[in-house]
């Protein structure tokens, strides 16, 4: 499994660890048992209501910022926020391109289509 920020990982293996027991420091409730916590839960309340706003919208920048009243430059920086939070890598829309690529290149190489063909798929690629 893939670590999120947060979520501690064992340090022999690699594979996430399981909390045991937790405490507060404030008002010293302890909650024993064996569990792995959300990686949310290092979001707070703000940046959760702001996720659960991203789901109910769809994903759609463009209506959150509709919703919220604010412009979308800060409705973006704010799931950028969120998601440095979370520790999370953005999918690199360069990385899709240049697989994409390689897949045309295999399918030539295996004979699967022609020179022609792979140079009509890597120019629509390019647009």
């Not at 959300?38 to 706003?53: A, C, M, N, W």
């Not at 290149?105 to 295996?110: A, I, S, T």
């Given at each position: 499994?893939?670590?999120?920020?947060?979520?501690?990982?064992?340090?022999?293996?690699?594979?996430?660890?399981?909390?045991?027991?937790?405490?507060?420091?404030?008002?010293?409730?302890?909650?024993?048992?064996?569990?792995?916590?959300?990686?949310?839960?290092?979001?707070?309340?703000?940046?959760?209501?702001?996720?659960?706003?991203?789901?109910?919208?769809?994903?759609?920048?463009?209506?959150?910022?509709?919703?919220?009243?604010?412009?979308?430059?800060?409705?973006?920086?704010?799931?950028e926020?969120?998601?440095?939070?979370?520790?999370?890598t953005?999918?690199?829309?360069?990385?899709?391109?240049?697989?994409?690529?390689?897949?045309?290149?295999?399918?030539?190489?295996?004979?699967?289509?022609?020179?022609?063909?792979?140079?009509?798929?890597?120019?629509?690629?390019?647009?």
């Open positions: 499994m893939k670590n999120i920020k947060g979520l501690p990982l064992c340090p022999v293996c690699n594979s996430l660890m399981e909390v045991q027991e937790l405490a507060c420091t404030s008002c010293e409730v302890m909650v024993k048992g064996s569990f792995i916590p959300s990686p949310l839960k290092v979001l707070s309340d703000k940046d959760e209501e702001f996720v659960l706003l991203f789901l109910q919208a769809r994903g759609n920048l463009k209506e959150m910022e509709r919703v919220l009243g604010v412009s979308y430059p800060t409705v973006r920086s704010r799931m926020a969120i998601i440095e939070k979370l520790g999370l953005p999918f690199d829309e360069k990385e899709e391109e240049h697989l994409e690529r390689v897949d045309v290149l295999k399918r030539l190489e295996k004979g699967e289509i022609n020179t022609k063909e792979a140079m009509e798929l890597l120019r629509k690629e390019r647009r």
